[in-house]
């Protein structure tokens, strides 16, 4: 299905993700952190948990190492134990041209694992922010309740739904709505689904149907006056 192609984009940040039982130890991420093209591409700090654990000498702290945190000028790749995400920052970029980006960091992974993982689930995850202003107020441009009306002052709100669609019941969407401190709408949108085959999967035939059920939940999400906003009239990707 097509969909007017935006002139300016509300995209923030868009995020790929891929979950795995296999156990992976940390010699696999060293060497992939040891990788020419992710070396020379990407500052490396440790992911941290922190837990707070209760012994007979009282409560302490303790913090553990769980994978690496890789961050470039608008990437972002999140190593941890059972999962693997791809985040593509500070504007827009068409989700084949991501999704192939996705694909190369993926691959690399899963080889130096030396093992194929298995992807038990998948998903991906666009948050917008739709700006505001004094013409434009949060329920004029987001589907919200109450709607915001000249004797309505709307200080805050959060919603929240889960939910597929009828003809895809598969996947299963998550669609966030804040209003945002600074002024603005906060729309964050994800797409999941699980692999329920016990072998590896075309990552690219798998995360292509996630594309126009975002886009769908997008635009079923915004008003008319939104779409003026942002659109020019144009196919989107």
């Not at 995209?11 to 060293?30: L, M, P």
């Amino acid at each position: 299905m097509g969909y007017p192609e935006l002139a300016t984009t509300p995209i923030r940040e868009t995020i790929f993700s891929v979950s795995y039982n296999e156990i992976v130890d940390e010699n696999c991420f060293d060497n992939f952190l040891k990788i020419k093209e992710i070396e020379d591409s990407f500052e490396v700090k440790p992911s941290i948990n922190q837990e707070f654990k209760i012994d007979q000498k009282g409560g302490v702290e303790v913090t553990k190492k769980n994978g690496f945190h890789l961050k470039s000028k608008n990437t972002i790749l999140q190593l941890r134990k059972g999962s693997f995400s791809f985040h593509f920052l500070n504007g827009y970029k068409k989700f084949d041209d991501l999704l192939v980006e996705f694909q190369n960091y993926w691959f690399l992974f899963d080889k130096v694992t030396k093992d194929s993982l298995i992807i038990t689930n998948y998903s991906a995850r666009y948050i917008n922010v739709i700006e505001t202003d004094k013409e434009n107020q949060p329920t004029h441009l987001v589907q919200l309740y109450p709607k915001q009306t000249m004797d309505r002052d709307i200080k805050n709100f959060q919603n929240s739904i889960q939910f597929s669609y009828s003809n895809q019941p598969e996947y299963l969407i998550n669609a966030v709505s804040t209003k945002l401190d600074k002024g603005g709408v906060l729309l964050d949108i994800s797409v999941s689904g699980i692999n329920t085959k016990k072998e590896s999967v075309d990552l690219k035939k798998t995360f292509e149907p996630l594309r126009n059920i975002k886009n769908k939940v997008f635009f079923d999400s915004i008003t008319a006056r939104a779409l003026l906003k942002y659109m020019n009239f144009k196919k989107e990707d």
